[in-house]
């Protein structure tokens, strides 16, 4: 089982669709960030959230620590949205160090 | 924020050779990271790198085939060595900001071995 896990992995919306991508990870954090990954492979960093709810324009992301989960939604989505979303936590190494754990992403696909 | 680049974008080699990646960093940071992400796979860290230390390695990487230098506080190579099929992947670099909030990653060396 992986240690962070996204649904769905593969997502198709219609211009103006609101979006969610989900996150489940079963590893203990202290923040957990949200990216997005371009179709040429650059990655920008769009939240680190540890609580509570984050927004950042179109965007926002929640968490629940308890339950260990986490949501990005998209309002009014645009085919500008269309990339892969990838959530990541961090976690502590054997060697005392922190280090990211990814998930596999959710493809976003928005059609005009 | 931390702009970050990378050389080269991409690049195809054939077996056995090796490749060396760069990473640029536009401010000075403590800690740069190695990542790997296949083909359908999620990222991968393979080392942490700190100036004026050995690397970091993570579990399934082994210096040997990922050397990594890191001569400065914004600058770092990796080189993938001996390269086989297997070895295409993405290769990214990243950095965390000074209170460890932000990560920031490179563009992404996209590389596909013959």
């Known amino acids: 089982k992986n240690e962070v896990e996204q649904s769905p992995q593969n997502l198709t919306a219609q211009e103006g669709e609101f979006i969610t991508i989900n996150c489940s990870y079963s590893?203990?954090?202290?923040?957990l960030h949200w990216l997005q990954q371009h179709p040429g492979g650059g990655i920008v960093s769009l939240f680190m959230?540890?609580?509570g709810k984050k927004k950042h324009g179109r965007l926002i992301a929640t968490i629940n620590i308890q339950e260990k989960h986490s949501s990005l939604h998209i309002t009014a989505s645009h085919p500008r949205d269309s990339a892969v979303y990838i959530c990541?936590?961090?976690?502590?190494?054997?060697?005392?160090?922190?280090?990211?754990?990814f998930g596999k992403g959710t493809k976003l696909t928005v059609n005009p | 924020s931390a702009v970050i680049s990378q050389k080269p974008s991409r690049d195809i080699c054939q077996r056995g050779t090796s490749l060396t990646i760069q990473c640029q960093v536009d401010?000075?940071?403590?800690?740069m990271f190695w990542y790997r992400q296949q083909p359908g796979q999620s990222l991968t860290l393979i080392a942490t790198?700190?100036?004026?230390?050995?690397?970091?390695?993570e579990s399934g990487f082994v210096i040997d085939k990922f050397p990594i230098s890191r001569p400065n506080l914004t600058f770092s190579t990796l080189t993938v060595s001996n390269m086989s099929p297997e070895d295409s992947s993405i290769y990214l670099c990243?950095?965390?900001?000074?209170?460890?909030?932000?990560?920031?990653f490179g563009p992404g060396t996209r590389l596909t071995v013959t």
């Open positions: 990243s950095v965390e900001d000074w209170r460890g909030a932000e990560q920031y």
């Open positions: 401010s000075q940071v403590t800690m």
């Open positions: 990541a936590v961090p976690m502590i190494t054997q060697g005392g160090s922190e280090k990211l754990v």
């Open positions: 790198a700190n100036q004026g230390s050995e690397a970091t390695y």
């Open positions: 959230l540890s609580s």
């Open positions: 590893v203990g954090i202290s923040a």
